[in-house]
């Protein structure tokens, strides 16, 4: 069904805004993968993703995932809806990304799109990056120069997190929701948001929180000095269409949240 699914155009990208925590103006959006099987329906990432991973299908879907988005790029900076500065991440799979010609793949769909610099940002984990850090490292390097961006996904969760961080030329921290989500009520979770709160500022780098579902969670990040967030609070992962008709309300937004403020 997989190995159909690519070519019959199963496969559609949802989005999950970004925002940011004291203006509440989405700042950007993460591409998500999902599939809409013709007799089954929506089947869950969790499901089909590692089988992906495991036949090596998710080469010919993770890049037809990065087209994708740079077309919907594209088409967003040509409506006038995606402003400059905004930014839409992907999520890159360790085979993907270790691939020789990866780099040149990337580079050439973002000449055929025209994507400025800024606009596409690449996420990756720990265990992507691990095994192999001076290869990841460069591979980084070569993109970042047509300028792509990298978050580290689902941090703290993974390996040395701190020794690495000094050496990825990463801009974004992505705190994982598994700390977020008894955030308001275990000192533990707080104390660990905090402290990488805190080392994302003293690094000069953006952190973002996922899974944020409540507004006493986002009421808390918003103290503790968190930049970015997104979740169910504001949004689920929507359709492209769904997610542009949130676009041209952000600077009514914008004004109705400084009025509140």
Not at 8 to 29: N, R, T, W
Request: hydrophobic share 40%; net charge negative.
């Amino acid at each position: 069904d997989l190995h159909r699914a690519l070519d019959e155009k199963q496969f559609e990208l949802f989005f999950q805004p970004k925002v940011d925590i004291h203006s509440g103006a989405i700042i950007g959006a993460e591409a998500l993968l999902r599939w809409k099987h013709p007799t089954k329906g929506m089947i869950s990432p969790a499901d089909f993703i590692p089988v992906l991973e495991t036949s090596g299908l998710i080469v010919d879907v993770g890049h037809w995932v990065i087209e994708d988005s740079c077309k919907k790029l594209q088409q967003w900076i040509h409506q006038g809806i995606w402003k400059e500065g905004m930014c839409l991440s992907v999520n890159l799979s360790p085979r993907q990304f270790r691939r020789e010609t990866f780099v040149d793949e990337v580079i050439d769909v973002l000449n055929t799109y025209n994507i400025p610099a800024g606009a596409l940002d690449m996420e990756i984990t720990e265990g992507l990056v691990i095994q192999r850090v001076d290869d990841a490292i460069a591979t980084m390097n070569q993109l970042a120069k047509r300028g792509v961006t990298f978050s580290l996904d689902d941090f703290g969760t993974g390996y040395s997190s701190i020794s690495y961080l000094k050496k990825l030329p990463v801009q974004t921290l992505k705190v994982d929701q598994s700390f977020i989500r008894d955030i308001t009520d275990d000192r533990s979770d707080r104390v660990l948001v905090e402290t990488i709160i805190s080392m994302g500022h003293l690094l000069g780098l953006v952190v973002v929180a996922e899974g944020v579902e409540t507004e006493q969670q986002l009421n808390l990040l918003r103290e503790l000095g968190c930049h970015h967030y997104q979740g169910y609070w504001f949004s689920r992962p929507v359709p492209a269409q769904e997610f542009e008709q949130k676009l041209p309300s952000q600077p009514e937004q914008k004004k109705q949240t400084a009025a509140a403020e």
